[in-house]
């Protein structure tokens, strides 16, 4: 059976997760990519046979189409990336295989469209309008604080808290001046406890997979710090959720969606991402879970069923989980860091994963791309493994040369 995997950037949801699980599965993988040589390295010191690797516009999806139908016939299209969930969603509607509803698939992309769903849906209604490039910020009077960021924007890039009329015009200049063309969103500032909800759907049922606790960089940037796993949210939140994601059309695969869970118990999503969760947490959930993750998200687009129990047996797992990242608080060169690390002590299973070779200069992004490395721990007393994690942070240095 073939499948089609479309994607941007190597990374390890794909090398340690989904290719991984494609050759346990038995699949001919062929990449898709506009970026053909870092894939083709990356994939170099598999311990399986590394995937065919084609050149693809894939961020057009006549081009994917185009380029699957001069191939070999597909058995599945599929990508984790948040920018190419929609065009993978038509490629694979085009050749009759299982597929997301593109639309879902756009509402979820699109910041602003998604606003707008949710609100003509009657499901949220949140304050928010889009800038366009040349427009003035003072046309908009949104109320303060507010939330600005990119309207297809990923990884807290470019997203910033403003107090007033003053700091959204200079941060909306700075933010277009970096993204030359691109429309932004304002929308009204959502406060309360960050949460995530895990979510896999195999055109028959959806199910429920846990969620996570978030801690974020003090404002006004929105950098996860921590996550801590939680088997099961109330259960009258994920129905508050739920419905959202109904809303919106959500349904066939992985879906990681953020929300905001405030004060009066409503559940207020802050953006859904159409794909598994990432940063190492898609790794940590799968063994968390003790389940083949990776295998059933592939296995939901090439039309199989998932088992019936899935939901309650994520529910019930007995493990806790700590997924903390080691944050650049600087520009300049990473001279010292420790490397791949795994360990089980005390009945916890840890692993640090370094994000950042060392010898490169990054400038200060304020965003996840000053991840210099992950940690994640596993086990079933939440103290325990939020104390490995704090010792191997004392035990190890990150050091930044200007």
């Known amino acids: ?45 598999l311990p399986f046979t590394a995937p065919e690797v084609l050149e693809c516009d894939v961020r057009d999806f006549r081009a994917v189409i185009s380029v699957i139908s001069r191939h070999h016939a597909p058995d599945a299209v599929f990508s984790n990336s948040d920018h190419l969930q929609t065009q993978t969603a038509l490629a694979a509607e085009y050749f009759g295989l299982p597929a997301k ?36 910020p003072a046309e908009l009077d949104p109320p303060f604080p507010c939330v600005v960021k990119p309207r297809e924007g990923v990884a807290s890039e470019d997203v910033t808290l403003v107090a007033d009329a003053a700091e959204l015009a200079l941060r909306c200049k700075e933010i277009q001046h970096r993204r030359a063309g691109a429309t932004l969103v304002v929308e009204e500032f959502l406060d309360g406890q960050l949460c995530t909800l895990e979510t896999l759907g195999d055109g028959r049922r959806r199910h429920v997979l846990g969620g996570f606790r978030t801690r974020l960089s003090p404002p006004p940037d929105f950098i996860e710090e921590v996550l801590e796993f939680v088997p099961a949210h109330p259960a009258d939140v994920v129905a508050q959720v739920l419905a959202q994601l109904d809303a919106l059309g959500v349904g066939l695969g992985a879906c990681h969606t953020e929300f905001v869970l405030q004060p009066d118990g409503r559940a207020r ?74 360990e089980e002590r005390d009945g916890v299973r840890l692993a640090y994963r370094p994000l950042r070779p060392l010898g490169e200069r990054h400038e200060h992004y304020r965003t996840n791309r000053d991840y210099l490395g992950v940690i ?14 704090a010792r191997f942070r004392a035990a190890n240095r990150w050091e930044i040369t200007a």
């Open 101 to 136: 509803d593109w639309k879902a698939a756009l509402r979820a992309k699109d910041k602003g469209q998604l606003r707008r769903h949710l609100a003509l849906t009657g499901q949220d209604t949140v304050w928010s309008a889009e800038l366009a490039p040349g427009q003035d």
């Open 1 to 45: 059976m073939r499948l089609y995997l479309l994607a941007l950037n190597p990374t390890d949801s794909v090398t340690a997760g989904f290719l991984p699980a494609a050759a346990r599965l038995g699949l001919d993988v062929t990449v898709l990519t506009d970026s053909v040589e870092s894939h083709r390295q990356a994939y170099a010191a």
């Open 376 to 389: 994640w721990a596993i086990g079933t007393d939440q103290a325990a493994v939020d104390a490995s994690v």
């Open 269 to 342: 999503i802050i953006e859904v991402n159409y794909r598994a969760i990432g940063d190492q947490c898609d790794l940590m959930l799968a063994e968390i879970l003790g389940t083949p993750l990776f295998e059933h998200i592939l296995g939901v687009h090439l039309g199989q069923e998932l088992p019936d129990e899935l939901s309650e047996l994520c529910a019930a797992t007995p493990r806790r989980a700590r997924n903390e990242v080691i944050c650049a608080d600087r520009a300049g060169v990473l001279t010292a860091a420790p490397g791949p690390y795994d």
